[in-house]
């Protein structure tokens, strides 16, 4: 009982789940009592704050809906936002809480005093508490410092949250940080948002960091070296940093030898220095240096590399000589990437060693058919195997070994036939993964598909595929739940019978020919659809589609469709489900007024039958469309926790008498080229709180000085001072 009183005491101050214990009916009543006059101090505390606490994840609901009622629950989710939880343990005890992906947020107006603080403490101090991700920005530090010693694993934002003041973290503020941090077991800071010099900064206290990943930072040497000699790391990512040569030469590679993960984004890496970290750290087990060039790869020894399962040489300029010695020493990889390795000679390789290999890549490479035969006869555990783009590649003669555990083939954009395919098929009924896009030779009139059962994922996009043809894979793979149709010029669906696809989720029909009624067909037989794609058809209208089916739908992109509003409002209706929604139509139409169409006795009706609209969208594209401010009031009146709206050519909108009041969570608009005006953009910036960026580009109803992008909390409050002068 104490416990669950101490968590309902500190939810108000952070964002936390709370956990039913095994009580008696009598203290979930009072639990309950609590837990609904806690929701509405909640809501009268910060309805009209900055930004909103805390928002419980779904995660969560299985556990709060023993307490609250449906009414209180979406009461609550008004005034959170943030949290992800996840809850371990029995039902019959309290469980323990991990809190991850936190991002803490002092509302508006509130001090961070000393009985806050007492609190915030005893909270972090407590046994609910496993771990805490954090990311965060400059409004966020007051929690940190306070959570510090509790504190594993630290990741940033691209952007920062600027509404309290300066973007960028500075030095004596990240040190801070780091001292009260001493469990702190990861570290990945992206892109310049920090003011530190690595080169100074204090690890000493963070003797259980093993795991560092900084891109995009300004790592200079002696900063590296700092790393270098204070932490024995386990993972290292470094990508993009401020110089391009990797200085080999200047670090102590023999504390690292627990380094198990080694990411170098860099041009250049010396060689002759490299074979220090070859040496020292014979724990390696993902190494990755795409994109890297070194003279001296042929030199390298790689024998202390036993342990290596993982290595990426994507885009690099290694030599035949030295991806044999590769091959030769580093005999327990299971994954390698050679993708764009253009100047490796297969045809003098030798892959005997490589027996443990189940992963190989070998894109946009000069591969010929006795080289890939050669890698087929070696490679007894090859899974997945990429030989996309290889152009110089047959298929005539190749025998595909029936032991081999095949189970993912990207064939695409290559010269195979439909007799090199049957051969394919009749070998391996195990494969899940097949993809041929833009293979043009292809042909499917003779092929069987009968042991292919196992199928799930197929990729004819940019073939010559028939209906005919189309329906035989159809009835033979039964477990498809993602296909791709995109650009199949030949095809069409007149009588194409999808019944038998029960897992489909993923179905593109891009550039195809398909018409009204085919689509109708394929919405009636596939229920289980999430995402959905058909941009560019140009023999699609959508005026009639009945979408009551739809209910799992949660990707839906229509690019350059034809569709009237009243189906444009019929998607969001009943696909409650929708998360992304892609409506960049180029002709979009408003013949009937929507108070007509949506009257009160329809919104009762499709409310009963379907529940709320669009509920839990957070980002929706209507760009380039005909939509009215009626039709918009309708998305910003039900989508309460939009995060982005893109707006941008919607020449029909005013923006004269829009309600934005629920929208208190949206950080980015695109106007640019509408006809907002200084009402307008008033109210927008008003009642949105949240907002870090709009573009007012090319708005020709604001003075010019306006006319611009903003992505900064001061540049928008700047741009509401200014609007105040000119009302």
Not at 20 to 29: C, E, G, I, K, R
Not at 151 to 180: A, M, P, T, Y
Not at 522 to 539: G, Q
Request: charged share 25%; hydrophobic share 35%; proline share 3%.
């Amino acid at each position: 009982m104490s416990r669950v009183k101490a968590l309902l005491l500190t939810l108000t101050l952070l964002p936390i789940a709370l956990v039913a214990s095994n009580s008696t009916d009598d203290n979930l009543n009072n639990h309950k009592k609590q837990l609904q006059l806690f929701v509405g101090r909640t809501l009268n505390t910060f309805r009209n704050r900055h930004l909103p606490l805390f928002q419980p994840p779904k995660e969560c609901w299985s556990v709060i809906a023993s307490f609250l009622g449906t009414n209180d629950k979406l009461s609550l989710r008004l005034v959170c936002t943030g949290t992800r939880a996840l809850f371990e343990g029995s039902e019959k005890e309290t469980p323990a809480i991990e809190l991850k992906n936190i991002e803490f947020h002092l509302p508006k107006g509130a001090v961070l005093d000393e009985n806050l603080k007492k609190k915030i403490t005893s909270f972090a101090s407590s046994r609910c508490i496993k771990s805490v991700l954090s990311k965060y920005g400059q409004l966020d530090l007051p929690w940190l410092y306070l959570l510090g010693p509790h504190i594993k694993k630290i990741v940033s934002l691209d952007k920062i949250n600027k509404s309290c003041g300066e973007s960028k973290i500075n030095h004596k503020e990240f040190q801070l940080l780091l001292d009260r941090s001493p469990l702190l077991t990861t570290l990945t800071l992206k892109k310049s948002t920090y003011e530190v010099d690595f080169g100074k900064i204090n690890l000493k206290q963070q003797q259980k960091l093993t795991k560092i990943s900084l891109c995009q930072i300004d790592l200079d040497k002696k900063g590296l070296q700092n790393i270098f000699s204070s932490c024995a790391l386990k993972k290292l990512k470094l990508k993009l940093n401020n110089f391009l040569d990797f200085p080999c030469q200047e670090l102590d590679w023999k504390k690292q030898d627990k380094l198990k993960t080694l990411f170098l984004g860099y041009k250049n890496i010396d060689g002759t220095y490299f074979q220090n970290a070859l040496f020292h750290c014979s724990n390696l087990t993902n190494l990755n240096l795409s994109d890297c060039t070194c003279k001296e790869f042929a030199t390298l020894n790689w024998q202390q590399q036993r342990n290596l399962k993982i290595l990426c040489l994507k885009d690099c300029k290694l030599d035949t000589q030295a991806l044999q010695k590769i091959l030769d020493q580093c005999t327990g990889l299971i994954d390698l990437n050679l993708q764009n390795c253009k100047s490796v000679a297969f045809e003098e390789l030798s892959w005997n060693n490589q027996c443990n290999l189940k992963n190989l890549n070998l894109s946009y490479t000069s591969i010929t058919e006795p080289d890939l035969q050669n890698i087929l006869d070696n490679c007894s555990q090859l899974t997945n195997l990429d030989i996309s783009d290889c152009r110089k590649l047959a298929f005539t003669t190749i025998k595909w070994h029936k032991n081999l555990n095949l189970k993912n083939l990207d064939l695409s954009w290559t010269s195979i036939t439909g007799p090199d395919l049957q051969n394919i098929l009749d070998n391996y009924p195990q494969l899940t993964d097949l993809k041929f896009r833009g293979c043009h030779k292809l042909t499917f009139t003779t092929l069987n598909w009968k042991n292919q059962c196992n199928l799930k994922n197929l990729d004819l996009s940019y073939t010559s595929i028939t209906e005919p043809e189309l329906q035989i894979i159809l009835n033979n793979c039964p477990q498809l739940t993602n296909l791709n149709l995109e650009y199949c010029s030949n095809l069409t669906f007149t009588t194409l019978n999808l019944k038998n696809l029960c897992n489909l989720k993923n179905l593109d029909l891009s550039d195809t020919s398909i018409t009204e009624p085919e689509l109708q067909n394929i919405l009636d037989t596939c229920p289980t659809l999430t995402d959905l794609t058909f941009k560019n058809c140009d023999k699609l209208t959508i005026n009639k589609l009945n979408w009551e089916k739809q209910r799992n739908l949660k990707a839906l992109i229509m690019e350059g469709i034809a569709i009237t509003e009243r189906n444009f409002l019929m998607i969001p209706a009943l696909c409650h489900n929708l998360c992304k929604l892609n409506l960049w139509g180029k002709d979009c139409t408003t013949k009937k007024e929507i108070r007509y169409l949506w009257s009160d006795v329809y919104n009762e009706l499709i409310e009963e039958k379907f529940g709320p609209r669009l509920e839990n969208a957070y980002y929706i594209d209507l760009s380039k469309t005909a939509i009215t401010d009626e039709g918009l009031q309708y998305f910003l009146s039900t989508c309460k926790f939009l995060i982005m709206l893109d707006l941008n050519n919607c020449t029909k909108l005013t923006f004269n008498k829009l309600d934005w009041k629920k929208q208190n969570c949206l950080h980015f608009v695109f106007l640019n080229n509408t006809k907002i005006t200084v009402k307008g953009l008033d109210a927008l910036l008003h009642n949105c709180p949240a907002l870090i960026g709009i573009d007012l580009s090319d708005c020709i109803e604001l003075p010019e000085k306006i006319q611009q992008h903003y992505d900064e909390f001061d540049e928008i409050d700047e741009l509401r001072e200014r609007l105040k002068l000119l009302l």
